[in-house]
């Protein structure tokens, strides 16, 4: 097994990489952070999860001139979801060098406190191509410094209408920068999209894509108009606690959401359409397991740090083999075992067809009449979330939140799950048996020494 000390880092980060747990490099990082160093362009296919931040991020830091207090690597996310998980991760690799800022820009949020944030400069920004551009319009960044750009998921902002978007910003960037593309699929748009803006990159695939052993794939053939039936009979079958069930569009999301709650089952649906509040409210319920079944659109879904996902349900079969690898790939991670099934009604078996002849194996089907015959039995999540009327802004940190609960409301800590923060608000998971109580105290008491509004979220 290789080790990150062959590829000539500083001792601060290999030092950095050992405190983080990076044992080994990942096949990404091994093929790609050589070049990433080398300052050479490179364009890679890899699939989320499998180490590609670390792969381009270690060069990054690297690179960086810390004393030079301008904007020297951009990092652009096609949502902003993946932006807060790229920076995070960022920050992390930047505890090797010292006073190095990261910096997140995304839309759907006040631009006010971000122009402030840029006034007193920043080394790396990470952000998504439509608030990137507010800012270079209006001035407050400026990118003549950059030394490194990359595209993170570039085939999912093309699919999202950021080509000329992302033209706009790469024409911004000074000719002699280093250009590193990351993509889970091969389009042709983004082969042309590398042939404008590299030069001469290497090609680094990362082989991951050939199907996770982990991961158990069903396929069942169901007849027109019943496949919000067939999730169901699903659900009921396999109780799972995470699940994702992946729709084609907009409409079918909020229909499907809809037909699984009036049924009793706890489902969300994640799609473009939602604005960025009530987006960040589902994403904390569905990650902090307040919600157990989360009905999202490819887009929508893309760039999520879902760490524990029994189980992926295609409502009907993804637009390619790529797309369904993806949808895929998000469960059985991290060693679990994971359970993916596809439901196809006879107009769609012709895309089975062509993803058994790209994968080069049959399909294993399962007994559509015995899982129809699955008596109904919603999954009831484990915890219920508050919302804090408080946040970042208001100096509130997640010990307050937890004080206020374990001390004056009498919450025992391990009724307390997960506690997001954000800049106006901040969510909280607790036990079920304990929210109504949790809700009452909060109301009645203080969380920094002043009264809050809290609700259910």
């Given at each position: 097994m290789p080790s990150f000390k062959e590829f000539g880092l500083s001792p601060a980060m290999v030092s950095n990489l050992e405190q983080l747990?990076?044992?080994?490099?990942?096949?990404?990082?091994?093929?790609a952070l050589p070049q990433c160093l080398a300052r050479r362009d490179v364009i890679a296919m890899a699939q989320t999860g499998s180490g590609k931040t670390a792969a381009f991020g270690i060069g990054l830091v690297e690179h960086l001139n810390p004393r030079l207090f301008a904007v020297q690597a951009l990092?652009?996310?096609p949502t902003r979801e993946l932006a807060d998980q790229v920076s995070k991760a960022l920050r992390e690799l930047a505890r090797a060098r010292d006073n190095v800022k990261v910096l997140t820009l995304c839309g759907g949020v006040s631009i006010g406190p971000q122009i402030g944030s840029l006034s007193h400069g920043a080394h790396i920004v990470v952000g998504t191509p439509g608030r990137i551009q507010d800012h270079l319009r209006k001035g407050t960044l400026t990118l003549d410094r950059v030394g490194t750009v990359v595209l993170d998921e570039a085939d999912r902002m093309l699919d999202m209408g950021f080509e000329d978007a992302m033209e706009d910003i790469l024409g911004q960037t000074p000719e002699t920068r280093q250009t590193l593309m990351f993509s889970a699929t091969w389009p042709e748009s983004i082969r042309k999209l590398s042939a404008r803006y590299q030069q001469d990159p290497v090609d680094v695939r990362a082989e991951s894509g050939q199907g996770n052993p982990d991961i158990r794939e069903l396929f069942y053939e169901i007849s027109p108009g019943a496949t919000t039936d067939a999730v169901m009979a699903l659900l009921s079958k396999?109780?799972?606690?995470?699940?994702?069930?992946?729709?084609?569009?907009?409409?079918?999301c909020d229909e499907m959401a809809e037909g699984l709650s009036q049924r009793g089952f706890s489902?969300?649906?994640?799609?473009?359409?939602?604005?960025?509040?009530?987006?960040?409210?589902?994403?904390?319920?569905?990650?902090?397991?307040?919600?157990?079944?989360?009905?999202?659109?490819?887009?929508?879904?893309?760039?999520?740090?879902?760490?524990?996902?029994?189980?992926?349900?295609?409502?009907?079969?993804?637009?390619?083999?790529?797309?369904?690898?993806?949808?895929?790939?998000?469960?059985?991670?991290?060693?679990?075992?994971?359970?993916?099934?596809?439901?196809?009604?006879?107009?769609?078996g012709h895309k089975i067809s062509r993803l058994e002849s790209d994968r080069g194996r049959a399909a294993e089907w399962g007994d559509t009449e015995a899982l129809m015959a699955t008596p109904q039995q919603p999954v009831y999540p484990a915890m219920k979330t508050l919302c804090i009327a408080g946040g970042r802004k208001e100096k509130v940190r997640p010990g307050d939140v937890l004080g206020a609960l374990t001390g004056e409301a009498g919450i025992p800590g391990s009724a307390v799950g997960k506690i997001d923060l954000f800049d106006f608000q901040c969510f909280v998971a607790i036990d079920?048996?304990?929210?109504?109580?949790?809700?009452?105290?909060?109301?009645?008491?203080?969380?920094?020494?002043?009264k809050i509004r809290v609700r259910y979220a």
């Open positions: 747990g990076f044992e080994h490099p990942t096949e990404i990082q091994a093929k990092i652009l996310c396999h109780q799972p606690s995470s699940c994702i069930v992946f729709c084609t569009t907009k409409q079918q489902a969300l649906p994640l799609h473009g359409d939602l604005e960025q509040r009530e987006r960040d409210s589902v994403l904390v319920r569905f990650g902090n397991q307040s919600c157990s079944v989360l009905v999202a659109t490819d887009v929508a879904a893309r760039g999520l740090d879902i760490k524990s996902l029994p189980l992926v349900i295609n409502a009907e079969p993804a637009r390619d083999s790529e797309v369904h690898t993806h949808r895929v790939g998000r469960t059985g991670r991290a060693g679990e075992q994971g359970l993916a099934i596809t439901l196809c009604t006879p107009s769609k079920k048996d304990y929210a109504a109580k949790a809700l009452k105290r909060l109301e009645s008491g203080r969380v920094k020494g002043r």
